[in-house]
């Protein structure tokens, strides 16, 4: 049995997913390009911004946005602060930089590029059917595998390292988009249609604000999962705190991997608390 | 004059449309039309006109198609076949912009759930068409504060449908309607959801308005009381079809057929009046923390002589009479327990009215409703006789359905 099927010859996928890429990398060069040097302008651009304001009027500041997000308790503004002077005095400021450059980047992207798709989604069965398997795909394959076009495309970098956490990412905030809309109570959507809403007004005076918090939970998903990346975005030499990860992987040292692992974590819970109080602010 | 004029509409849900149609021009009924094509009848070529400044109520048991006749009128759902005619102006052949500015400028609805956009003060939801429609700030905000004054409810715009109770917020919805000025009101069972008493007050509110406004309403219910209280005509719905149209009168007195026969009954043995029907608000105190000079000033407000007496949880505890609470204040006391008579008796609102007429005549005070001891309210002899005459007199059923 298992020599019959050794008769059929291998398919040739891989060869086949080469030569889509070598053509998308050839025909696309100049705009790949052009991505990649705005990209990596821009995204230095940020970071040199961020380093250059003092560490502690930086981290008085998100202690304060902490504070008057979450209702003007002291928890996070506390935790952020302790946090950030802990980075800092473990010598990974501008790596800390580096990486919130990254993930803001990759999730300011993934909602601009996200939230249109969700509605898009929303409103239209086929776009439904066509992006939801794509959506499985992409959340099923493991993100190293985005390195390889993302390094195929723009070379190595923080550019790449965007674009490999963009579609890492981007799923989330897409699903929870269309769910939001979907779930809008019939009534509602016939109240908007009924007094002659056209279909933009009825979305954003009426779908997109009672959908807010979905998409919300979605953004913040979106957030997490980009900063989830930038170890792995590090491989093809994206700056940050995910660097000192690797190389002390690379060299079995458990003390750096620690601090940076934890520097990571503290990151992550600022960034997730901050998205979710902007969510329930306004309920 | 005609305003609305509805010609052979159907409206098939699901797959086989094409097939359906062929059946439903043969005459064919729902449940046959399901067994041999597989596609739900919503509406079953369906034929009448409504009259300017008319409520016309359509009535139904449940998925009869009442909710789908009126969505076809202002197409949230898109007729199968059919013409649909508002103002001489076929609303089925309409393109897209025609039939917004049909929708904007000559009708809104009223849903049974309200509708209201939560995150929408009651100011901005009823400004709500006015805005769509591209209408100046300053006006539109004249406009819905009026319509919302006209409601009763101006001191309340700047909170949140989920803060008002079921019947304000109805009231929101219905001077949403109200604030475009539009020439037809289409309600979906909007007053369903209210408690009785409070319905009541709905369609007293909604005849009032009426009689100012002379809108022509279209006005879908299941309750055969509240059909026969505010309609001028009403057409009875079965799987689709309409079985009968006329005013209340003609279609008690001479029900189309067999069907229409039983709907009534049913209807009747269910809803004859109970006392739930016939109650009013009660007026009382807390016996807990009042006092005689709130009860009487309770009583002269309300211009009553006794006060029912609740405690803090609402639960009835007896009745204070003027005189009592009188002869407290004048000796100085604060308290009013040693005062409370215990005397009066007490019904549940499920009963029917026949079968406590007794107790209220042999009482000589009012009746008190109660609900798991609480109070819900207090039936009072001359409302009673007053809610008993006047549906012998608008609904004449028990000269044709046998007494059960
Ligand atoms: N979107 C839909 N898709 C398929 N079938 C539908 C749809 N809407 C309604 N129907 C069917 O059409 C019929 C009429 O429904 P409709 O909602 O108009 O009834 P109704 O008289 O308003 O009932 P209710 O008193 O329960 O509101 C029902 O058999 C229902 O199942
Ligand atoms: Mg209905």
Redesign the pocket.
């Known amino acids: 049995m298992s020599q019959l099927l050794d008769l059929i010859p291998t398919i040739p996928v891989a060869e086949g997913a080469e030569i889509v890429m070598d053509w998308l990398t050839d025909t696309f060069a100049g705009l790949f390009g052009v991505i990649k040097e705005s990209g990596k302008f821009s995204m230095e651009f940020v970071t040199d911004f961020l380093v250059s304001i003092p560490p502690f009027l930086f981290i008085l500041i998100i202690g304060v946005l902490a504070f008057f997000a979450t209702k003007r308790k002291f928890g996070l503004a506390i935790f952020s602060i302790v946090g950030l002077l802990f980075i800092y005095n473990q010598g990974l400021w501008e790596e800390l930089m580096n990486t919130i450059t990254l993930v803001l980047f990759a999730s300011i992207l993934a909602v601009i590029i996200g939230i249109p798709l969700g509605i898009l989604m929303s409103k239209s069965k086929m776009a439904e059917a066509t992006i939801q398997p794509i959506l499985d795909f992409m959340q099923t394959m493991p993100g190293f595998v985005y390195l390889i076009p993302s390094v195929a495309f723009f070379g190595i970098g923080v550019v790449p390292g965007v674009f490999a956490s963009i579609i890492f990412a981007l799923p989330p905030v897409v699903r929870f988009t269309n769910l939001g809309i979907r779930q809008v109570p019939k009534e509602l959507v016939e109240a908007a249609d009924s007094y002659g809403s056209t279909g933009w007004q009825k979305l954003y005076k009426v779908e997109l604000p009672i959908a807010r918090s979905t998409i919300m939970a979605g953004v913040n998903q979106t957030v997490l999962l980009s900063l989830s990346m930038v170890v792995i975005a590090s491989m093809i030499g994206a700056p940050g705190i995910g660097r000192n990860v690797l190389s002390a992987l690379q060299q079995a040292n458990v003390g750096n991997g620690f601090v940076a692992g934890l520097s990571l974590v503290i990151l992550a819970i600022i960034f997730d608390r901050l998205t979710q109080s902007f969510n329930k602010k306004h309920d | 004059m005609e305003k609305i004029k509805i010609e052979n509409v159907t409206?098939i849900?699901?797959k086989h449309v094409n097939s359906a149609l062929k059946l439903v021009e043969q005459n064919k009924n729902?449940t046959e039309i399901l067994k041999q094509s597989g596609a739900?009848?919503?509406?079953n070529n369906a034929n009448f006109t409504v009259n300017d400044g008319e409520i016309f109520v359509i009535m139904?048991?449940?998925?009869?198609?009442?909710?789908?006749?009126v969505?076809l009128l202002n197409r949230l759902?898109e007729p199968t076949s059919g013409n649909i005619y508002i103002d001489g102006d076929n609303i089925s052949k309409m393109n897209k912009q025609q039939l917004i500015k049909v929708r904007r400028e000559k009708m809104s609805m009223v849903f049974?759930n309200f509708g209201l956009f939560p995150q929408r003060t009651v100011l901005a939801n009823t400004e709500y068409g006015l805005e769509i429609r591209g209408i100046p700030k300053e006006e539109r905000r004249l406009k819905a504060e009026k319509a919302l004054d006209n409601a009763g409810l101006l001191p309340y715009k700047d909170q949140y449908p989920s803060q008002l109770s079921g019947g304000m917020q109805q009231r929101v919805g219905l001077a949403r309607a109200l604030a475009n000025d539009p020439d037809i009101l289409l309600m979906?069972?909007a007053f369903s959801a209210l408690d009785p008493l409070i319905r009541k007050d709905m369609q007293d509110e909604l005849l009032d308005l009426q009689q100012k406004m002379q809108k022509t309403i279209i006005f879908?219910t299941?309750d055969l009381n509240e059909a026969l209280r505010i309609g001028d005509r009403i057409a009875l719905?079965k799987d689709?079809e309409i079985i009968q149209i006329g005013t209340g009168e003609e279609i008690l007195t001479n029900p189309a057929n067999d069907y229409v026969k039983t709907f009534l009954e049913d209807v009747d043995r269910s809803k004859v009046l109970t006392v739930e029907n016939a109650m009013i608000r009660p007026i009382s105190i807390n016996i807990d923390i009042d006092g005689p000079k709130v009860a009487l000033q309770r009583m002269r407000e309300e211009e009553v002589s006794v006060v029912l007496a609740v405690n803090k949880t609402r639960e009835f505890k007896g009745y204070i009479t003027a005189e009592d609470a009188l002869q407290a204040s004048k000796t100085g006391e604060i308290n009013l327990v040693n005062y409370l008579r215990t005397d009066m008796p007490t019904v549940a609102k499920e009963m029917y009215i026949q079968d406590v007429l007794s107790i209220i005549s042999d009482s000589k005070t009012p009746v008190a409703v109660v609900q798991e001891r609480k109070l819900v309210g207090v039936l009072i002899r001359g409302v009673v006789i007053e809610t008993l005459s006047a549906s012998v007199e608008n609904e004449g059923v028990s000269d044709y359905v046998p007494a059960t």
Do not use: A, P, W
Not at chain 2, 40 to 43: K, L
Not at chain 2, 60 to 69: A, Q, V, Y
């Open positions: 409206k849900f699901g729902k739900t009848i919503g509406v139904g048991l449940s998925g009869s198609g009442k909710s789908t006749l969505r759902i049974q979906d069972e879908i299941h719905m689709g």
